[in-house]
């Protein structure tokens, strides 16, 4: 079964707008990861964000966590057309190596030119 | 240095018939995860493989096994396949010290 789920399901905006996302989750987790994933098919990894981090930046990426709400945002600024695809949260209950991963339902991105 | 690769891209089978999937590692990785991820989905996980032996099982009937080779590559098997056994198949390899990488996937699609 899927751990959480992403908000919304389908996004479009318009080129070099923001795009934020949402992700809740229903158990204790130790950290939460967030992956692209283009065309079905494989995951890129872009950010992962620990339990006791409530804010964490990686370029255009800005990702925070409430635990107490158990859910999380992804915003990705300036967007471009090459941001155009599915956004997926992830997490895991244990360290960040091999733990199996937990993932929402995902959100489409579509970024108009 | 090659990422994680997987084999074939896309398959199609009959109901019953039964499939092997492959994936080869990222190099330096020791460890293979199997995710399932169907039509409008996240993926979901299968198994994981570590040392040769199945390490950590999700919720899937035993019609799904696996191997995991000396070299860490790792096959996927699905016995008496059924139509909602299409998905996208998904590996991604690990190590104790980073995260994990994901291949493209191979596309299963049965008849």
């Known amino acids: 079964s899927q751990q959480g789920e992403e908000d919304p399901q389908a996004l479009s905006i318009q080129e070099g707008e923001n795009a934020t996302m949402n992700c809740s989750y229903k158990?204790?987790?130790?950290?939460l990861q967030w992956y692209r994933q283009n065309s079905g098919r494989g995951l890129v990894h872009l950010i992962l964000?620990?339990?006791?981090?409530r804010e964490k930046h990686s370029g255009r990426l800005r990702v925070t966590l409430d635990t107490s709400k158990k859910s999380s945002s992804l915003l990705i600024t300036a967007s471009r057309a090459a941001d155009t695809a599915s956004y997926f949260c992830?997490?895991?209950?244990?360290?960040?190596?091999?733990?199996?991963?937990?993932f929402g339902t995902g959100t489409r991105l579509t970024i108009i030119p | 240095d090659a990422g994680v690769t997987q084999s074939p891209t896309h398959l199609i089978k009959t109901r019953g018939q039964q499939v092997t999937l492959r994936c080869s590692p990222k190099s330096g990785h020791d460890t293979v995860s199997w995710y399932q991820q169907a039509l409008g989905q996240g993926p979901q996980f299968i198994f994981q493989?570590?040392?040769?032996?199945?390490?950590q099982r999700g919720n899937f009937p035993d019609r799904f096994s696996g191997h995991q080779f000396p070299n860490y590559s790792s096959e996927l098997n699905v016995n008496a396949l059924l139509l909602g056994d299409s998905a996208l198949y998904l590996c991604a390899s690990s190590s104790a010290e980073g995260g994990q990488f994901f291949g493209p996937g191979t596309r299963l699609t049965v008849l």
């Open positions: 964000i620990r339990s006791n981090e």
């Open positions: 992830a997490t895991t209950l244990g360290g960040f190596g091999n733990e199996k991963l937990t």
């Open positions: 493989y570590y040392e040769e032996e199945e390490r």
């Open positions: 158990t204790s987790i130790n950290n």
